[in-house]
């Protein structure tokens, strides 16, 4: 047998986090981490539990019913969605335009549907046209698109007339709101959106562990209708209803520090109301863009899909992307990523989500990253991307 290991002397560094999620965490969530445990039927959980189906309610736009935070990350939510709502021989359409569709259609064949793609290069967003043509093409009975693309930086506009489409062919549609739930406007109602599943370590500034997914009617008699059961025990949607519904009976214990965690950033964004909050993401991330903009970086994304809580910057000639990034770790504590894919070297990945999207973070990144490029040998002018954000805050 082997003696005790060394107890580590590490204690984890404190970050500024600008990169493609997790962000900077409230005060106020992580103390609410620190709640004492209840049991997960423990009759002041159950008030929690509605609580939180309420306030993600509020933050989706949505009446749903079926509202629930799924245990686990943004792909846990993921996977509870297309893994239920994908039957064996269903076809479901997905995008080409980045690296989360790419997941989609991974899961979709686990699920034992068959994927056909709507393409759009990586940095741009679908073109309703295109979307029209895979239906008339290929009849799927599931539609899935990002609508926050974070590895890419872009918005999808137009999601109205996708669902549009997509309803016209009485298919289903499966929303990606990962990067977009709390940050940037999302109307799950009012544009015709199935299915939609988040994360709550992007713009809800929460620890990664409890992820928000909502159903509609048409979405659930679906799952409920199956043949086969869903794959995955853990994620099926017509078990979970036994504990998130009227039941309220054990499946599995819920995470409930994570519950407590999300109820507490949800709150913050009721407090702050929900467009007000778009609005603070739209005004910090635009401060940001105008500082990078005026030191004489470049926006991926144009204006009209350009997605606030995650701006794609053209890395400038001459400097390594690796070495920028790893000196804003190393020298200034600040986290911020590199392109994906299609992308790799080309941009950064600089996210302005939830408590991190605040004059603070936005003015010392701007600072932080002209200093960084500049004396990496880049174009730069430090000076005029601060004073440029400045302005803007
Ligand atoms: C982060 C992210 C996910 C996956 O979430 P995890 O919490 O990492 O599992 C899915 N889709 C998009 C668009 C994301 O940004």
């Given at each position: 047998?082997?003696?005790?290991?060394?107890?580590?002397?590490?204690?984890?560094?404190?970050?500024?986090?600008?990169?493609?999620g997790?962000?900077?965490?409230?005060?106020?969530?992580?103390?609410?981490?620190?709640?004492p445990?209840?049991?997960?039927?423990?009759?002041?959980?159950?008030?929690?539990?509605?609580?939180?189906?309420?306030?993600?309610?509020?933050?989706?736009?949505?009446d749903?019913?079926?509202?629930i935070?799924?245990?686990?990350?943004?792909?846990?939510?993921?996977?509870?969605?297309?893994?239920?709502?994908?039957?064996?021989?269903?076809?479901?359409?997905?995008?080409?335009?980045?690296?989360?569709?790419?997941?989609?259609?991974?899961?979709?064949?686990?699920?034992?549907?068959?994927?056909?793609?709507?393409?759009?290069?990586?940095?741009e967003?679908?073109?309703?046209?295109?979307?029209?043509?895979a239906?008339?093409?290929?009849?799927?009975?599931?539609?899935?698109?990002?609508?926050?693309?974070?590895?890419?930086?872009?918005?999808?506009p137009?999601?109205?007339?996708?669902?549009?489409?997509?309803?016209?062919?009485?298919?289903?549609v499966?929303?990606?709101?990962?990067?977009?739930?709390?940050?940037?406007?999302?109307?799950?109602?009012?544009?015709?959106?199935?299915?939609?599943?988040?994360g709550?370590?992007?713009?809800?500034?929460?620890?990664?562990?409890?992820?928000?997914?909502?159903?509609?009617?048409?979405?659930?008699?679906?799952?409920?209708?199956?043949?086969?059961p869903?794959?995955?025990?853990?994620?099926?949607?017509?078990?979970?209803?036994?504990?998130w519904?009227?039941?309220?009976?054990?499946?599995?214990?819920?995470?409930?520090?994570n519950?407590?965690?999300?109820?507490?950033?949800l709150?913050?964004?009721?407090?702050?109301g929900?467009?007000?909050?778009w609005?603070?993401?739209?005004?910090?991330?635009g401060?940001?863009?105008?500082?990078?903009?005026?030191?004489?970086?470049?926006?991926?994304?144009?204006?009209?899909?350009?997605?606030?809580?995650?701006?794609?910057?053209?890395?400038?000639?001459?400097?390594?992307?690796?070495?920028?990034?790893s000196?804003?770790?190393?020298?200034?504590?600040?986290?911020?990523?590199?392109?994906?894919?299609?992308?790799?070297?080309e941009?950064?990945?600089?996210?302005?989500?939830?408590?991190?999207?605040?004059?603070?973070?936005v003015?010392?990144?701007?600072?932080?990253?002209?200093?960084v490029?500049?004396?990496?040998?880049?174009?730069v002018?430090?000076?005029?991307?601060?004073?440029?954000?400045?302005?803007?805050?």
């Amino acid at each position: 047998m082997q003696d005790a290991p060394q107890v580590g002397e590490l204690t984890p560094p404190n970050r500024t986090l600008m990169g493609p999620g997790p962000s900077d965490v409230d005060p106020r969530v992580l103390r609410a981490m620190s709640t004492p445990l209840v049991g997960h039927l423990d009759p002041s959980f159950i008030e929690v539990m509605d609580e939180v189906q309420d306030l993600l309610r509020y933050t989706f736009r949505t009446d749903n019913q079926w509202t629930i935070p799924v245990s686990g990350t943004g792909s846990a939510a993921m996977e509870a969605a297309i893994g239920n709502v994908v039957e064996p021989g269903d076809t479901m359409l997905v995008p080409t335009n980045g690296y989360f569709g790419g997941r989609m259609a991974e899961m979709a064949r686990r699920a034992g549907g068959d994927v056909v793609h709507v393409d759009a290069p990586w940095g741009e967003p679908l073109s309703p046209a295109d979307v029209a043509d895979a239906f008339a093409e290929h009849q799927p009975d599931v539609f899935g698109f990002v609508h926050a693309e974070t590895s890419t930086g872009v918005r999808q506009p137009d999601v109205s007339e996708l669902t549009s489409i997509a309803h016209g062919h009485d298919a289903l549609v499966v929303a990606d709101s990962v990067t977009s739930i709390g940050g940037v406007e999302l109307r799950v109602d009012e544009w015709g959106i199935d299915v939609a599943y988040a994360g709550p370590q992007k713009c809800l500034s929460c620890p990664p562990g409890a992820s928000p997914l909502t159903l509609n009617d048409d979405a659930m008699d679906k799952v409920l209708s199956r043949e086969e059961p869903a794959r995955s025990w853990y994620l099926d949607l017509s078990l979970l209803e036994g504990y998130w519904g009227e039941e309220r009976a054990y499946h599995h214990t819920a995470p409930i520090t994570n519950v407590y965690a999300l109820r507490e950033a949800l709150r913050l964004v009721a407090e702050e109301g929900i467009e007000r909050r778009w609005q603070r993401h739209e005004r910090m991330a635009g401060a940001l863009k105008a500082g990078v903009e005026a030191m004489g970086l470049e926006m991926n994304a144009p204006d009209e899909y350009w997605l606030p809580s995650l701006n794609a910057v053209r890395v400038p000639a001459g400097v390594e992307d690796g070495q920028v990034i790893s000196r804003l770790l190393d020298e200034y504590d600040l986290e911020i990523a590199g392109g994906l894919g299609d992308l790799s070297g080309e941009i950064f990945r600089i996210g302005c989500m939830g408590h991190s999207a605040r004059p603070k973070n936005v003015t010392y990144l701007v600072n932080a990253l002209g200093s960084v490029l500049e004396e990496e040998g880049a174009d730069v002018d430090p000076a005029a991307g601060a004073a440029a954000t400045a302005k803007k805050l």
